[in-house]
Every structure is written in C-alpha cells, then in structure tokens.
C-alpha cells in the first residue's frame, strides 16, 4: 500500500537553511504536496510539485523531486522562528477527483532565535 | 478569500452519544474529504465526496457516515462515541480533476476538536 515516510523532527537556528526530507512508494502520483501545520491549526497547503518536474521554487521554499528514488524534499532558506511548525509531505496517489492525500507522519521543525 | 468553514470548533459529547460536524467549502469547490488527526498524529482520510456522490473511502468506522448536499456542504455523522473517537476532524475541499487536471490542491478548514468523554 501507499506510505510516506518523513523524519520526525528537525531544529534548526534562526537564518540557516532547513531541509525536510519525504520518501513515498507510489509512483503513479501525479502531484506532491507540503502542509504547514501550526499548533491548534488546519494544515495549510505550502506548495506542490508536478511529478515531470524536478524542482520548484516559491520565495524562500525549494522544492526537489526525484522521482526515480521517490525521494521529495522542502528547503527553507532563512528560516525565522515563525517557521516552527509540522510539516507533512502528502503524495496523491490516484488522478481522480475525491481521491484522498495520502500524508507522511510530519516533521516537527523546531527554530531557536 | 473565504475558506473552508467547519462547525462547530469544540464540541464535547460523552460516550455513546451522537455527534454531528459540517463543514462548508471553498465557494466552487465541488469536492470535499474529512481527515481525523489524534494527538501527535498525521490526519488519517476518512471519506470524500465529488458531486455529491462518495468518491473515496479511508478508514471510516461503520459508527460514522457522511454525506454531501446539494449546495455542497457536508456534514459528518458519528454515533455511539468512543473515547478513541476523540481527535481533531478536519475537512477540507478542492476543485475536482476535471476542473484541474488531477491536481488535488486541498484546502482544510480549522478542524472540530471532539472530546469524548
């Protein structure tokens, strides 16, 4: 079955660069996600990648694909303590509406000042 | 812009009641999932619905059932409540593949917090 695995907590200073790291088995996906997910919060959809795709940047957010490992990674680049937060890598498995993201455990990143 | 809207925020039942979620999409949106997320956990997908009719289905207990209306809102339905029932739902909503070519850009509300106890 589909699973997506992610380590489960990162700390980092403020400034330096973060990276989170997401290994998925589907490889029919078409689309990769990041969710933010602030404590007491709703996950908040950060970016997505298209699978033919093996980088994406979006201001300070780098997204890197390689799909022949299933390997999807988030890069911060200077990271501010507002970035502590979960982040969960999710993979849609199936190109079908109503089909449900399937999302890895979250990453807790952690930004000491 | 407006988002996805569930009611109520908080709700506290004790066991073996009844409970009742809704959640409102994204104006347009025509697609909408419910997630339940236990303390330190990933949101584990539950049910969807694509124009009204169920599209998918996670690990729904056979206690709970949702639906979709005709003006898109959904509501989750659980009955005879566990104390593992207690978690935070969320719903979210997206713009179905034929509008967006499979990409399934979902967007979750703030979550109900249930405490069963």
């Known amino acids: 079955g589909e699973d997506v695995e992610q380590s489960l907590f990162l700390s980092v200073r403020e400034g330096d660069s973060s990276v989170i790291n997401c290994t998925y088995t589907d490889s029919s996906s078409t689309y990769l996600y990041w969710y933010k997910q602030e404590p007491g919060a709703g996950l908040q959809l950060l970016t997505y990648i298209f699978s033919n795709m093996d980088m994406k940047q979006d201001q300070r957010l780098t997204v890197l694909l390689n799909k022949k490992d299933k390997h999807l990674s988030l890069r911060i680049a200077d990271t501010q303590t507002g970035d502590s937060a979960i982040y969960f890598c999710?993979?849609?498995?199936?190109?079908?509406?109503?089909?449900?993201?399937?999302f890895g455990k979250g990453t807790t990143l952690s930004v000491s000042s | 812009a407006a988002g996805v809207i569930q009611s109520p925020r908080h709700l506290i039942k004790e066991k073996r009641e009844t409970a009742t979620l809704k959640c409102y999409p994204i104006?347009?949106?025509?697609?909408v999932y419910w997630y339940q997320q236990g303390p330190g956990q990933d949101p584990q997908f539950l049910i969807s619905?694509?124009?009204?009719?169920?599209?998918d289905k996670g690990s729904i207990p056979d206690r709970f059932s949702a639906q979709q209306f005709s003006d898109y809102h959904s509501e989750l339905n659980m009955s005879s409540l566990e104390l593992g029932d207690s978690a935070l739902y969320f719903c979210?909503?997206?713009?179905?593949?034929?509008?967006?070519?499979?990409?399934?850009?979902?967007?979750f509300g703030s979550g109900t917090q249930l405490s069963v106890l």
């Open positions: 619905f694509y124009e009204k009719m169920q599209s």
């Open positions: 979210a909503s997206s713009l179905g593949a034929g509008q967006t070519g499979g990409n399934e850009k979902l967007f």
């Open positions: 104006p347009r949106h025509d697609t």
């Open positions: 999710a993979e849609s498995p199936a190109n079908q509406a109503g089909t449900a993201l399937i």
